[in-house]
């Protein structure tokens, strides 16, 4: 009922930027979070950015003062401007949405397929 594409995956060097978006579609009333989330081989998923309905903001320890996230509420689209990137960031990235279909429905959480960034040293 809802999809998640993501873009803008890549591979960039050390030092370098990268942007990635996040479209929603599908049956949708309202989005009340979107956000980032990262895969490394071999380890948990994590947090990246969240914004969280009204605007607020939350960055995990390692992508403050390099990453940015915006939300383009119109559009259903969540960006992440990565800069200074770093070969610690190299993971596939998730991005998820809080969706409520409809007036009177629950909230459901989805996920996108993930698009790959690698970042060499």
């Known amino acids: 009922q809802v999809q998640l594409v993501e873009s803008g995956g890549g591979l960039v060097q050390s030092g370098g930027s990268l942007g990635l978006s996040c479209a929603a579609s599908g049956t949708i009333f309202s989005i009340s979070t979107m956000g980032w989330y990262r895969q490394a081989p071999g380890k948990q998923r994590e947090l990246v950015a969240v914004?969280?309905?009204?605007?607020?903001?939350r960055y995990a320890d390692p992508a403050k003062g390099r990453f940015t996230i915006s939300r383009d509420n119109a559009k259903n689209t969540v960006y992440l401007q990565m800069n200074s990137l770093k070969p610690e960031d190299t993971a596939v990235y998730y991005c998820n949405a809080v969706v409520q279909l409809r007036r009177d429905s629950y909230e459901y959480n989805y996920w996108g397929q993930g698009t790959q960034v690698t970042v060499s040293s």
């Open positions: 914004i969280i309905g009204g605007g607020v903001i």
